[in-house]
Each structure stands twice: as structure tokens, then as C-alpha cells.
């Protein structure tokens, strides 16, 4: 997706949605959006029970998106949710009639950015090789003559000129061809990182998880004293990272992997299910929060489902508060001891609260991880006998 493109979001309030929420979720789609260098014009918004079987929005909503659209001359449309074939080639026809030629609106819904994002961040060979698995998978059943993605998934070399179902048909049996041929060469990858792994079976391993920019990759290169990227947009870790460490005389493990967000798409969950292997072979989690964000017990749910769907749901888990420093900008004063019984409540034995950015009460965290990690590491080493204990500072 080239930069500079101009974007309206589209979001649906459903029955048991609250506004507020739905403007959280556009909120983040607007950042999503960002990231992948659209700007956004406006936002739109409908309460419907149940989206439109033909065009997910009512038709008087669409009409009124079609004039800005038309009016702004802008290039994309996105939703929130994910569309149906059906829905998107509809949608396609009402925002590219045969009178516009000129001027073409692309349709996103919010898998197809989150797939674009990943294969802009990707760095790996197996990174890449996953999200182009999954995009494939995506585009499938979604071909329509007005498709663009093609032509970065053949390395530029485009669709051709004429249009018609044949060219749909002969993109078809490229993109099952190129399915088949990814699964082929993850496999490989997959052998390959099994056997690493295998060589680690003796020494503890500690994961980073959490919503996408909460502060994983900042924390990751405070403790590990590395270099992970570590910027203020969605995904800005794809590619699974992993660093040695030694807490006094303990070595381990840590590593740090992408970030979960709501509506994830499914395919890129089973694609990325081998690089979530960090996760779910794990001894320890630090599930990072940002907890100055409005809607962060939601984004804990998130993770939580997610850990539970790639089998890392039992894993014990330190809850790791992060970004104290805005909570204390807030109006309302937050009594932390509170905030701490609260998620012991909710199963969360370990709660430390930080700041990544301030390194605040990361001697704290340590103490915490240390006690975490020497604990599974005389099950791996029933005779070992510390030569100190970790002081706090």
C-alpha cells in the first residue's frame, strides 16, 4: 500500500455496543491506518442489530459515505470488521461505478490492513513467508476485477490489462499454486526452528506478550540491554526476538514477539502459530499492559483469549502494569495497592506497576522475574544452590 492515501472509516454499533466503544475501536483503526500511512478524512459510524447482508452499512449510511467519498476524492474505505465476498464485491461497485473509471476506491476491511501491516513489517523469511501465506489465504475467496494486492503479492509484475472472470479464474489457480507452495517452505522453516529450540530445553525461557503498543519491545530492550525496534505504531514487532540473559548467576531466556490485538484475522493466527511457538513453549509470561489506556481490562481479555486459542492459556503469568508515569498526569488519583488486589482477584498472583520509558520500579520487575525464574530453574536443577539472593537496590 503506497503512502500518502486518503481513508474513511466505516464502523458498525451493534446492540450490546456501547458508543464509546465503538469509537475506541475506530480510534485504534484510525492508528492502524497510520501506520500503514493513510491518513484518515472522517469516521463513520451506524447502530444496526446485524450488518447488512449486501453492503454491511444500511443503504441511506452508504449513500452518505458515497457523497463524502465522491466529494473528498478520497482513494480508501475501511471497516472495522471483516467483510464478506459478497459484501466486498457490492460495496466495490457502489464506490467504483463505470462514470468514476478514472478514480478508484480501494476497499479494505480491518484483517486485509492488519495482513498489510504485518507484510510491510516482516523482516524474516519465516515472518514473510507467513503473512504471504495468510494474505493468499485471505484473497481467495475475495477476487474481484477491481483487485489490487496481486500485484505485490507477484513482485509488481501486476494483473494484467484485460479484465473478466477468465483473469479471476487464472489469479485463482496463481494464488492456490502460491498457497501451496508457502505451506511448503514453512514447513522447512518450521523444522528448522524446531530443532533451535530443542537445544534450549535446559534453560528457562520467559516470554514477552501483550496488545500490540503497549511497550514489549521497550521493555525488552531495558532488560536485555538490546536493540529491538521499539517505535509508537501497531506491530512494530513481527518477527520473534530472542536474547539470553543472567539475573545474579541464573541464565534464561527472553523473548519478544508480536503484539495481539482485537479481531485478529484468523488465517494470520495459524500462519504466525510457529513463531508463537516462543509463547507457547514458554515456562514464564510477562503479559505487558498499558494500563493509563482507557480500555486496557479490555486489551488483558485479548490477550488472554489469544494465549488461550495457541495453548499457552496455563502458563504462569507475572502482569506487568506498564506506563504509571501517564496514570499519575490523570485527574483521578489511582490507589495502586487497590488496583493490585483488583487482579489478584482476577488470578494474576505476580502484579508489578512500571515505567518502561521512565524506568521506573524495573529493579522491582526484576526482583519479581528473578524469584519467577529460580523457582523453575531448580526444577530443571533440583541440586542447585543459588550463590546469592537478588537485592533490591
Given at each position: 500500500m503506497?503512502k500518502?492515501?486518503?481513508?474513511?472509516?466505516?464502523?458498525?454499533?451493534?446492540n450490546?455496543?456501547?458508543?464509546e466503544?465503538t469509537q475506541e475501536?475506530?480510534?485504534e483503526?484510525a492508528?492502524?491506518a497510520?501506520?500503514?500511512?493513510i491518513?484518515?478524512l472522517?469516521?463513520?459510524?451506524?447502530r444496526?442489530p446485524?450488518?447488512d447482508i449486501?453492503?454491511?452499512?444500511?443503504?441511506g449510511k452508504?449513500e452518505?459515505?458515497?457523497?463524502f467519498?465522491f466529494?473528498?476524492?478520497?482513494n480508501?474505505i475501511?471497516?472495522?470488521?471483516?467483510?464478506?465476498?459478497?459484501?466486498l464485491?457490492?460495496?466495490e461497485?457502489e464506490?467504483?461505478?463505470?462514470s468514476?473509471?478514472d478514480h478508484?476506491?480501494r476497499v479494505y476491511?480491518r484483517?486485509?490492513?492488519i495482513?498489510d501491516?504485518?507484510?510491510?513489517?516482516a523482516?524474516?523469511?519465516?515472518?514473510?513467508?507467513?503473512?504471504e501465506l495468510?494474505m493468499?489465504?485471505?484473497l481467495?475467496?475475495?477476487l474481484t476485477?477491481l483487485?489490487?494486492?496481486?500485484e505485490?503479492?507477484?513482485?509488481g509484475?501486476?494483473?494484467?490489462?484485460?479484465?473478466?472472470?477468465?483473469e479471476?479464474e487464472?489469479?485463482r489457480?496463481?494464488?492456490?499454486h502460491?498457497?501451496?507452495?508457502l505451506k511448503d517452505e514453512?514447513?522447512?522453516i518450521?523444522k528448522?526452528r524446531?530443532t533451535?529450540?530443542?537445544?534450549r530445553?535446559?534453560?528457562?525461557?520467559v516470554?514477552?506478550?501483550?496488545?500490540t503498543?503497549v511497550?514489549k519491545?521497550t521493555?525488552?530492550?531495558?532488560?536485555?540491554?538490546?536493540?529491538?525496534k521499539?517505535e509508537n505504531?501497531?506491530f512494530?514487532?513481527?518477527?520473534?526476538?530472542v536474547?539470553?540473559?543472567?539475573?545474579?548467576d541464573i541464565?534464561?531466556?527472553l523473548?519478544?514477539?508480536?503484539?495481539?490485538?482485537r479481531?485478529l484475522?484468523?488465517h494470520l493466527?495459524?500462519s504466525?502459530?510457529?513463531?508463537?511457538d516462543?509463547?507457547?513453549?514458554?515456562?514464564?509470561?510477562l503479559?505487558?499492559?498499558d494500563?493509563a489506556?482507557p480500555?486496557?481490562?479490555n486489551?488483558?481479555?485479548?490477550?488472554?483469549?489469544?494465549l488461550?486459542e495457541i495453548?499457552a492459556?496455563?502458563i504462569p503469568?507475572i502482569?506487568v502494569?506498564?506506563?504509571?508515569?501517564l496514570l499519575?498526569?490523570?485527574?483521578?488519583?489511582?490507589?495502586l495497592e487497590?488496583?493490585?488486589?483488583?487482579?489478584r482477584?482476577r488470578g494474576f498472583?505476580?502484579v508489578?506497576?512500571i515505567?518502561?520509558?521512565?524506568?521506573e520500579?524495573?529493579?522491582?520487575?526484576k526482583?519479581e522475574?528473578?524469584?519467577a525464574?529460580?523457582q523453575?530453574h531448580?526444577?530443571?536443577?533440583p541440586n542447585?544452590?543459588?550463590?546469592?539472593?537478588?537485592i533490591?537496590?
Amino acid at each position: 500500500m503506497e503512502k500518502k492515501n486518503s481513508a474513511v472509516l466505516v464502523a458498525l454499533i451493534l446492540n450490546k455496543t456501547q458508543s464509546e466503544e465503538t469509537q475506541e475501536h475506530l480510534d485504534e483503526l484510525a492508528f492502524l491506518a497510520e501506520t500503514a500511512g493513510i491518513i484518515t478524512l472522517d469516521r463513520f459510524s451506524q447502530r444496526l442489530p446485524n450488518p447488512d447482508i449486501r453492503t454491511f452499512v444500511g443503504k441511506g449510511k452508504l449513500e452518505e459515505i458515497k457523497s463524502f467519498v465522491f466529494s473528498k476524492n478520497a482513494n480508501t474505505i475501511i471497516f472495522d470488521d471483516d467483510l464478506s465476498p459478497s459484501q466486498l464485491r457490492n460495496i466495490e461497485k457502489e464506490f467504483n461505478p463505470a462514470s468514476r473509471e478514472d478514480h478508484k476506491v480501494r476497499v479494505y476491511d480491518r484483517s486485509l490492513l492488519i495482513l498489510d501491516i504485518f507484510l510491510m513489517r516482516a523482516q524474516t523469511a519465516q515472518a514473510r513467508t507467513q503473512v504471504e501465506l495468510a494474505m493468499n489465504q485471505y484473497l481467495l475467496p475475495r477476487l474481484t476485477r477491481l483487485w489490487t494486492h496481486l500485484e505485490r503479492q507477484r513482485g509488481g509484475t501486476g494483473t494484467r490489462g484485460g479484465s473478466g472472470e477468465k483473469e479471476i479464474e487464472t489469479d485463482r489457480r496463481v494464488i492456490k499454486h502460491e498457497i501451496s507452495l508457502l505451506k511448503d517452505e514453512l514447513e522447512k522453516i518450521d523444522k528448522q526452528r524446531k530443532t533451535q529450540r530443542k537445544s534450549r530445553t535446559n534453560i528457562v525461557r520467559v516470554s514477552l506478550v501483550g496488545y500490540t503498543n503497549v511497550g514489549k519491545s521497550t521493555l525488552m530492550n531495558l532488560l536485555s540491554k538490546s536493540t529491538v525496534k521499539a517505535e509508537n505504531k501497531l506491530f512494530a514487532t513481527v518477527d520473534s526476538t530472542v536474547r539470553k540473559m543472567v539475573l545474579e548467576d541464573i541464565p534464561f531466556l527472553l523473548s519478544d514477539t508480536v503484539g495481539f490485538i482485537r479481531k485478529l484475522p484468523h488465517h494470520l493466527i495459524e500462519s504466525f502459530k510457529s513463531t508463537l511457538d516462543e509463547v507457547r513453549e514458554a515456562d514464564i509470561l510477562l503479559h505487558v499492559v498499558d494500563v493509563a489506556h482507557p480500555f486496557h481490562n479490555n486489551h488483558i481479555e485479548v490477550v488472554n483469549k489469544t494465549l488461550a486459542e495457541i495453548g499457552a492459556g496455563n502458563i504462569p503469568t507475572i502482569l506487568v502494569l506498564n506506563k504509571i508515569d501517564l496514570l499519575a498526569s490523570q485527574e483521578e488519583p489511582i490507589d495502586l495497592e487497590e488496583l493490585k488486589g483488583y487482579y489478584r482477584q482476577r488470578g494474576f498472583e505476580r502484579v508489578v506497576f512500571i515505567s518502561a520509558e521512565k524506568k521506573e520500579n524495573i529493579a522491582v520487575l526484576k526482583k519479581e522475574l528473578f524469584d519467577a525464574v529460580r523457582q523453575k530453574h531448580l526444577m530443571i536443577y533440583p541440586n542447585y544452590v543459588a550463590s546469592r539472593e537478588y537485592i533490591l537496590p
